[in-house]
Structure formats: structure tokens, C-alpha cells
């Protein structure tokens, strides 16, 4: 072993616990990336196999009723590879001891023939006996959600006919990765998806010899837009509500919004903790070069070549940030396996696979060389500027100056404990601003990673109290007379009913195009309202459509433009309506019209499609049991259930976020606090030592150096505070937005719990030097010349 | 001589340095009396400077008694010999040990500001010559003037002790005779009990007494005839 390589060693082993917090940052950077990063590509591999392996559809077309015998038209469709026809229905289900109703989304599948799209994995029991019409296989989370058992019986209202099903079984679907009414939430407790023998279904809907929903599988190139144009042609006879692609497909849409949100997390994150290494290491090997002035000196004097030197520098830092890419690619590892199991079990994927790359472990060595190689070549310079001679003698002391406060004429209001830590702030200012700026960092990540708590209680807040007040949503599958507005005021505990009009839509402006439905709103609705994320009401222009933000740029249209809608409900009227305007709304992407402009485009009379019921609490139950009984509202939301999942659901994942991100933002702190100490304990322990003995007691000296901390602290969390709320920002910014737009919310207690993590950090790290004050030598410092 | 401020008994020192054990005390027996000036001389390693910082409190002895008056420095804790360095102890070192960021009379009232009957920071200064550059920072000051400042700042405190390890060590000749003198106007006037320890035996000429250290005993003791003034001595 060389002799630099020997004094690598033992420099390294000599500031052992400054190297081990700065590797652990940098470690949790890496651990970040690749935790991300590795689940992002997991994930989708997973889907991907997944999705083969089920052999998913990538089209998907529905209509009212089409004949069987249409079917050899859609296998011609050019491009198309494969064609399912089926029968899919939604009705109202029952369980005993369940009062709100929950819905059951009927699928009618051969057993004895599987079909060759969208294949169903069974999980447990067993299949229904082909002709048996009792039996169903319900999916996986319904039956976890409500704790069923197997042999469970439950109660659908088959096309107004109470059918009592038996549960044999539960089954996994690519279709259903995420089941969900609408609207981008989980549902499993209140949405069931069965599949059941599909003469059975065809016979109790009147179904037979057709069909109400196409799956499509295409050739390989082929055009999904293509197909589904064609698709659309030959079901508009019958009802066709417009096809979508698989990328518009709800259950996929949400899993790929999910997958996303790992890659914005594992690059914005990481890169603030290689940003902060970088700094710390920076700041460490400044005092390392200038404590060893000497040693460089002499190296010089003996003939080392520059070039020797400061590679002996980098491969200090180069060994801290190998040792921090070792831990953090153990850290990603076990991140992403952890991160890769929550998704896989929330997403229900049937085979959990999880590789971590070689090429990301790569990648992020490079990034995190790169950015500490680039702290350390700073600290480097300056030791090949220094001449032999110059190195050998002993730095000239160190230049202070009065304060501006003192410069002013203030002097008399600072003690000397005071002077001494603000004249050393202020001469050293580059440093107590990378304190500064790593201490806010963390702040700031800890902001980033927890606001979202914040941002879905707000979320639910107004979107279930103020843009949805009613408890209760009933829904007409085929329009009705408005008079069924007096019918549902009558009912028992219902304080306010309003009812709405929804017609599915396919809206098109130039090239682009959208389908989603229009919702005819009264001019006085007060039960459910069109509020941007400020709260403000969005108004009904009269005669125009109203847009959802997002929904006008992916159109590409602005207010008094007009876009082409085609109705794909009752007469299918195609027609320009003028957009009145847009609204920044949190959820969905959505058109509003006032329901008698609405009637007047669709050429229809007053009708309705649809009611919300205020309902006074205490008669909910008997509300929903006199709901089961109307056989024509066959389907009915109770917002408070669909509230009280999500929050569940969402409570575990971000309880898991929050904890490995305070982790991380305590151990950035602790870095950045624990280094500083260390370096200014250095650099004045001469200094302390003999404060001490003119006989300064251990908590006066430490007053002097932790003060300066405690300052710089105090200076930082008000600036985390402010970058936490630009990093919240930028990440709803970035993550993506069409199925909810989170809200940029922030309460005080997680500013309170930010700015807590990492006082308790910076107080911890600080105790731990306060140890080595109080172990000064005092003896040594009279000897001695700093 | 006076009533002994310091008496020293069979004071016994053993550094550990790794495995090796170092004895830089064998048992050294002292008395020094109020107002003296005690000067003393050997060579390095005979155990001066372990002397000085046992009675300047800064360390404690392995074996043996130390007292200072009615303290026994020998059984005192960390705080109580804090205390007693801050109320009775006044030092001066080689390298002057300033606080590079406060200015001279700030670092005097450093000191000022936790003694009990301090004189002002000014008239300190004005003690050593340096009325003039109160308000200079270490980094302005020569090496004679940093050392003054650090004398100031020793005897602001008005101390009983004066403990002063090699002085004039980093001083030239001229500004190292104009520290002495300060000392020895400070021991006469103040009546402050000094103990100078020093290389340079020329020194020994200002001293009421002269202790000889070797091999960590007291190996010989000397009482000059005439104390001279720094003014009288050349090196």
C-alpha cells in the first residue's frame, strides 16, 4: 500500500463519524432514486407481464344493445386482431347487515369457454359450474374489503328483480386492477365486480343473441385511434357510447398515474440530497485541506506532483461517496422491494417482480460522484494554489470587523457571546449559508413528502362538503320525467333534493378529441356546485359549455371558441357548442351546461338523468332502504362511504411517505448540523480551550459555538417553510392531473412537524459535539499555535 | 516571606501517553507567598509547565496535596476549579490565545464580564501601554501588542495569581523586555503573585526566587541578592 493511500485510511478513520453522516445522505439520496426509480420500472414491468400474460384489451367499446350477428363487422375492422363481445351490466347489490346499497358491476363470461381478452386469475374457490345461474366469482379486494367469506350469499336487483347470487369464488382482472364507480378512487367496499354465467346475465336483462360491450385486441402498429373510430362507426346504430383505448381506460389510468408519481418522487428528491452532500462534503474537505496545510507542504516540498495531491483529496471524497452509494443501494433496494409490495398488493398485480437495474445503481453513482467530485474539486483548488513555502507557515490570524450593527453605533446592545457568534457568522458568510440552505433543504423535503395528508383532507373537505353537499346521489340509467323530483322529496329524511341531467359525450375540437359526459346543472343548484381549487364558483354561461381546465387545454380551447360534441345517448345529436368558459376544478375532466340547454342540444323535453338528496342523518337508513325499492334508480352513491375509504386507503401510504421521508430529512439535518459542529469545533477549539481556561464554564463555551448553530437553525426553518411550500408546489405541478388534481395545500402542523424534525435533529448532533467541548484539552492549547 | 498562598505537598503527576506512562512530577514539595515573583527555569520535560497548570488549576495531581489559601486544588471537581480559575487566576500564554474576532478591549472585557470586582477593560489596557488601540482586532496587532492585550485581559480580573507560561516566547528581544516590564509592574503594584515560567535564565534576575526543575523535582532554589528591573537584564 502507498503512503497516501495508508494516510486515506487513517484521515478517514480519524473524522469516522463525519464520514458516516455525510455517507449517509448521500446514501439516502441514492436509497431515494433507486427506490423510486427501481418500483417506477418494476411496476410497469409487472403490469406489462401482467397485462400480456391476461392478454388485456386494447380497445374498449360499449353500446346499448347490439345483435350477436354484427360481430364478423368488428373482426373487420382493419387492424384488429381479436374481438370479445359481452354482456356487462350494473346493478344495486345487498349484503345482510349493509345498509347503504353498493353496486355490482355484472360480467357475463362463458366458464366453459374463457374468454381470449381481459383473462380472469382465480385466487380462491373455484369456478362457477358452466350453466349454473346462482354462482359467481366476485374480484379479490371486494371480498377483503367486506371480509366475505367464500359460500356467501348476496342479493342483486337483477333488472328490477331481487336475484340472490352465491360467492364461490374470487377472481383478479387486468380490468379491475383498480375498481372504481368513477371518479379516481378505490371503491373496493361499496363496488363489487362479479362475473357470472353470461347466459344467466343475458337471460335476466333481455340480453339475449347480443351484446352491450366489445373488447378489441389489435395487431401489432396498429393505430388504437384508428380502431376505435371504427368501433364507434358500426355500434352508433345501436347505442354506442363511444370507445375508448386502454389509455383512457379508468382502472389503467389510475395505476399509471400511481406509477408516474414514483419517478417525479425519485428524481426531485434525490437530486436535493446530492445537492446538500455535495455542499457538506465541500464544506468538509475546506477545513480538511486547510487543517492539513502542512502535511500538503511538506508532500509538496518532497516532490508529490499536484496532480497526486488533489487525487488524493477526491479519493477521500470518492470513498464517502462509494460507502454512501453502498448503504443507499442497499436502502434503494429495500425501499423499492417495500414500495414495490404496497403497490403490487393495492394494485393486486398477480406475480410481485422486482429488479433493481444494475444501469440505475450506475446511474446513480455517477450523480452522486459527479455532484460530490464537484464539491471536492472546489476545496481542492485552493491546495494547488498554495506555494511550499506559503503552505509551511502557519495561516495569518484570522481578519474580523466590527458588525454593521456595531458600524451603525449599536455596539452597546451585544453582550461578547454575542459579538463573537455574529462577527463569526458574518465573516464566514458563504458557509452559514450552506447551512443555512442544507438545514431548509430538509425542511423543505419533509414539507414535500407530508403535504399531501394536507392536500386530500382539504380535497375531501370541499369536494364532499361544499362541491357535493348532498349525502346521497341517485342515478336514472335512462332518463326520466323531472316530475320524479316530487317522488324523491317525499321520501323519509330527505331535506333538499335537485336533480341533473348527464348525457355521455364525445367532444372534438380540430384533431383532438375527448369523451366524457356533459352534466346539465339548474342555474340555482346548491347541492352540487362547480368550484375551482380557490373555491370560487364557476358561472353558467347560457347556452355554453363550461369546461374543466385541463379538459379545454387537451382540446386545445379557449373560452368563445366552440367544440364539436356528439352525444352518444338517446337521439345522438352532433352539434358546435360554444365553450362559455373554464374552471380550475380538482377532479375529473369535465364539461357543465344548465340542464335546459342541455335538454334543448340533446332535443330532448325536461328531463332528468339524475338527483342529489340532502338527507338529514338520522333517517339515512330508512333513505336507503326506500332507494332499494325504486326500481328505476338503479344506482345510488353515498358520498360519506366513499369518503370514509379513500381516507383510509390513502392514510397508510402516506403514513409510510411521511416516516421515510422524515427519516431521511433528520438524517440530512443531522448532516448538515453535526458537520458544521464538527468543523467550527475544529477550527476553534484553540479558541474555546482558552475561553475555558480564563475559566469560561463548559456551558458558556458551548453557548459560543452551538449558538451560532442554533441561529443558523433558526434562520433556516422559516426558509424551509418557504422552499417546502415551492417543493409541494412544483411536485403538483409536475405529477399528473386528469384524473384529480391535488389541491397545493399546506396546514400548520406540518409546518410545525417539519420545522420539529429538524430542530430535534440539529439539537441532537449538537449534543453530541457539546461532548467533545466539554473534552477540550485544555493543556494542549497553551502549547500550541493554531 | 508573606503568608503562602499556594503550599504544595509530595505532588505527584503521571501522564498515560498510550502504554507508556510519563512522569512529569516526583513528588514536589512548595511553598509560595503572597506577592512573590517566582520565576522558574529547566529544561523541557523537567516539568514546569505541569507545575504551573496544577496550580493555575487547569489539571489536577496524580498523588499529593495543593491548596490554594483555604483551596484544595488537588480535590476540587471541573466546576470548582472553573471557579477558581475565574476568580483568582490570571494567565498568559506563549501564543497570547486572543479571540481572533473580538477587538482588544472586548477581549479584556470578556473577562470583566464574569469576574466579581474587575477593573475596567480601559484602565487595563491602559496598565499595558495600549490605551490607544482599544478598539483594534488581534489580526491589526503586533505579536508584543497581541501579548499585552492578553496581560490586560489576565489581570482585569485583579487576580491573586499571575501565571505566565514562556511569556516572551514568540517575542523578540525589545517587545519581549516590554512584557516583562508590564509583569513586574504589575507584581509591584498590584502586589499580584507572579510565577513565570521560561527557557531564558536571563529572566531569572527579576525574580524574588528562582526554582530549578529537572526530572520532575524542585532540584535546586535560588533567592538573587537583587531583584533587578527588566531594564537591568540583556539576553
Known amino acids: 500500500m502507498r503512503s497516501l493511500d495508508r494516510k486515506l485510511l487513517r484521515d478517514l478513520w480519524a473524522l469516522k463519524t463525519q464520514v458516516a453522516s455525510i455517507a449517509l445522505v448521500i446514501a439516502c439520496g441514492i436509497g431515494g432514486f433507486l427506490g423510486s426509480l427501481s418500483t417506477h420500472s418494476s411496476l410497469l414491468r409487472s403490469r406489462a407481464q401482467y397485462y400480456d400474460s391476461a392478454r388485456f384489451a386494447h380497445v374498449f367499446g360499449g353500446c346499448k344493445r347490439a345483435p350477436a350477428s354484427i360481430a364478423w363487422r368488428l373482426r373487420a375492422i382493419p387492424g384488429v386482431s381479436e374481438v370479445e363481445t359481452r354482456v356487462v351490466r350494473d346493478a344495486q347489490l345487498s349484503l345482510p347487515g349493509v345498509v347503504p346499497p353498493m353496486i355490482a358491476r355484472l360480467i357475463g363470461i362463458d366458464f366453459a369457454q374463457p374468454p381470449g381478452m381481459n383473462r380472469l386469475a382465480l385466487k380462491s374457490g373455484r369456478w362457477p359450474a358452466p350453466g349454473a345461474a346462482g354462482e359467481v366469482v366476485v374480484n379479490q ?36 386492477i383498480y375498481a372504481s364507480r368513477g371518479g379516481g378512487m378505490p371503491d373496493d367496499e361499496w363496488f363489487a365486480v362479479l362475473w357470472i354465467d353470461a347466459e344467466a346475465l343475458s337471460a335476466a336483462f333481455d340480453m339475449e343473441g347480443a351484446f352491450n360491450s366489445v373488447l378489441l385486441r389489435l395487431q401489432r402498429g396498429a393505430s388504437v385511434e384508428g380502431a376505435a373510430a371504427a368501433l364507434d362507426r358500426v355500434l352508433e346504430p345501436y347505442g354506442g357510447i363511444g370507445a375508448i383505448g386502454r389509455e383512457d381506460q379508468l382502472s389503467n389510468k389510475i395505476v399509471t398515474q400511481e406509477i408516474n408519481q414514483q419517478q417525479i418522487f425519485g428524481i426531485v428528491l434525490p ?107 472546489a476545496a481542492i483548488r485552493g491546495v494547488l494554489r498554495l506555494h511550499a513555502a506559503e503552505a509551511l507557515r502557519p495561516p495569518s490570524p484570522d481578519a474580523f470587523r466590527p458588525l454593521l450593527v456595531e458600524r451603525l453605533g449599536y455596539a452597546a446592545m451585544l453582550t461578547s457571546a454575542q459579538r463573537m457568534i455574529l462577527r463569526n457568522l458574518e465573516r464566514k458568510p458563504v458557509r452559514a449559508a450552506i447551512t443555512v440552505i442544507g438545514i431548509a433543504g430538509s425542511v423543505a423535503i419533509v414539507i414535500g413528502g407530508t403535504f399531501w395528508a394536507d ?16 349525502q346521497v346521489n341517485v342515478v336514472f340509467p335512462d332518463p326520466v320525467s323531472r316530475d320524479a323530483l316530487w317522488e324523491l322529496e317525499r321520501l323519509p329524511g330527505v331535506a333538499q333534493a335537485e336533480v341533473s341531467r348527464a348525457i355521455p359525450v364525445r367532444l372534438r375540437a ?64 352532433s352539434a358546435d357548442v360554444r365553450v362559455g368558459g373554464t374552471v380550475d376544478e380538482m377532479v375529473g375532466m369535465n364539461a357543465w351546461m344548465r340542464t335546459r340547454d342541455l335538454n334543448r342540444l340533446a332535443r330532448e323535453s325536461d328531463v332528468v338523468s339524475g338527483a342529489w338528496l340532502l338527507v338529514d342523518r338520522a333517517s339515512e337508513p330508512a333513505l336507503l332502504e326506500a332507494l332499494k325499492q325504486i326500481p328505476a334508480a338503479a344506482v345510488v352513491l353515498v358520498q360519506r362511504t366513499l369518503l370514509e375509504t379513500f381516507r383510509r386507503t390513502s392514510a397508510r401510504n402516506v403514513l409510510f411517505f411521511t416516516t421515510v421521508l422524515s427519516i431521511f430529512a433528520a438524517t440530512i439535518a443531522v448532516g448538515v448540523v453535526y458537520n458544521n459542529a464538527r468543523i467550527q469545533l475544529a477550527e476553534r477549539a484553540w479558541e474555546l480551550a482558552s475561553l475555558r481556561v480564563l475559566g469560561f464554564t463548559r456551558a458558556e463555551v458551548s453557548v459560543l459555538l452551538l449558538g451560532e448553530l442554533g441561529l443558523e437553525i433558526a434562520a433556516a426553518i422559516p426558509l424551509g417553510f418557504v422552499a417546502g411550500y415551492g417543493l409541494a408546489a412544483l411536485f403538483v405541478a409536475l405529477l399528473p392531473s386528469d384524473v384529480i388534481a391535488f389541491p397545493l395545500v399546506i396546514y400548520p402542523p406540518t409546518y410545525l412537524l417539519a420545522g420539529a424534525v429538524v430542530a430535534a435533529a440539529g439539537v441532537a448532533s449538537a449534543l453530541i ?3 467533545r467541548i466539554d473534552n477540550l484539552d485544555l493543556v494542549g492549547v497553551l502549547k500550541t499555535r493554531e | 516571606m508573606s503568608a503562602p498562598v499556594f503550599r504544595a505537598r509530595a505532588v505527584t503527576k503521571i501522564y498515560r501517553m498510550g502504554e507508556a506512562e510519563v512522569q512529569a512530577l516526583r513528588g514536589v514539595d512548595l511553598e509560595i507567598g503572597a506577592g512573590e515573583f517566582i520565576v522558574l527555569l529547566g529544561p523541557s520535560g523537567s516539568g514546569k509547565s505541569t507545575l504551573l497548570n496544577i496550580l493555575g488549576g487547569l489539571d489536577t495531581p496524580t498523588a499529593g496535596d495543593v491548596r490554594f489559601l483555604e483551596h484544595d486544588l488537588s480535590r476540587a471537581d471541573e466546576a470548582a476549579l472553573t471557579r477558581y480559575r475565574r476568580e483568582h487566576v490570571g494567565f498568559v500564554f506563549q501564543f497570547y490565545n486572543l479571540i481572533p474576532s473580538l477587538t482588544a478591549r472586548e477581549n479584556v472585557a470578556l473577562v470583566t464580564d464574569i469576574a466579581a470586582d474587575p477593573m475596567p477593560a480601559n484602565e487595563a489596557l491602559a496598565w499595558v501601554g495600549l490605551g490607544e488601540r ?32 514562556e511569556p516572551t516566547g514568540a517575542l523578540d528581544y525589545e517587545t519581549g523586555k516590554l512584557v516583562l516590564e508590564v509583569i513586574a509592574r504589575i507584581n509591584a503594584e498590584l502586589g499580584t503573585t507572579a510565577m513565570v515560567i521560561t527557557h531564558n535564565a536571563a529572566i531569572a534576575g527579576m525574580a524574588d526566587r528562582v526554582l530549578r526543575l529537572g526530572n520532575g523535582r524542585i532540584v535546586g532554589e535560588q533567592r538573587p541578592e537583587r531583584k533587578l528591573t527588566p531594564a537591568e537584564i540583556a539576553w
Open chain 1, 141 to 176: 379486494r371486494f371480498l377483503e374489503a367486506r371480509h366475505l367469506k367464500l359460500g356467501q350469499e348476496m342479493r342483486v336487483l337483477l333488472n328490477g328483480k331481487l336475484e340472490r347470487l352465491r360467492l364461490v369464488g374470487t377472481a383478479l382482472s387486468p380490468e379491475y
Open chain 1, 455 to 470: 392536500s386530500i383532507d382539504w380535497f375531501m373537505d370541499v369536494q364532499f362538503n361544499r362541491v357535493q353537499r348532498a
Open chain 2, 134 to 165: 482599544l478598539d483594534h482586532f488581534p489580526s491589526q496587532l503586533s505579536g508584543g501588542e497581541q501579548q499585552r492585550v492578553a496581560i490586560a485581559r489576565a489581570i482585569a480580573k485583579r487576580p491573586q495569581v499571575l501565571l505566565c507560561d
Open chain 1, 510 to 573: 380540430g384533431h383532438r378529441t375527448y369523451r366524457t359526459a356533459i352534466m346539465g346543472l339548474a342555474d340555482d343548484a346548491q347541492l352540487r356546485k362547480i368550484l375551482d381549487a380557490r373555491l370560487h364558483a364557476a358561472r353558467l354561461v347560457p347556452g355554453a359549455v363550461l369546461l374543466t381546465t385541463r379538459l379545454a387545454e387537451q382540446l386545445g380551447v379557449k373560452p368563445g371558441d366552440d367544440v364539436q360534441a356528439e352525444l352518444l345517448e338517446g337521439k345522438r345529436v
Open chain 1, 271 to 377: 437530486t436535493i440530497f446530492l445537492v446538500v452532500a455535495a455542499f457538506i462534503l465541500n464544506v468538509v474537505l475546506h477545513r480538511q485541506v486547510n487543517a492539513q496545510r502542512g502535511e500538503i507542504a511538506a508532500l509538496k516540498a518532497l516532490g508529490y506532483p499536484d496532480r497526486d495531491i488533489a487525487l488524493h483529496y477526491l479519493e477521500f471524497a470518492s470513498v464517502i461517496v462509494l460507502l454512501g452509494v453502498a448503504i443507499g443501494t442497499w436502502l434503494g433496494h429495500w425501499l423499492g422491494r417495500a414500495m414495490t409490495g404496497l403497490y403490487t398488493e393495492v394494485f393486486h398485480f398477480p406475480h410481485f417482480l422486482y429488479a433493481l437495474d444494475a444501469s440505475l445503481v450506475l446511474a446513480g453513482a455517477l450523480a452522486a460522484l459527479a455532484a460530490a467530485g464537484g464539491g471536492a474539486l
Open chain 1, 769 to 771: 459535539v457539546r461532548n
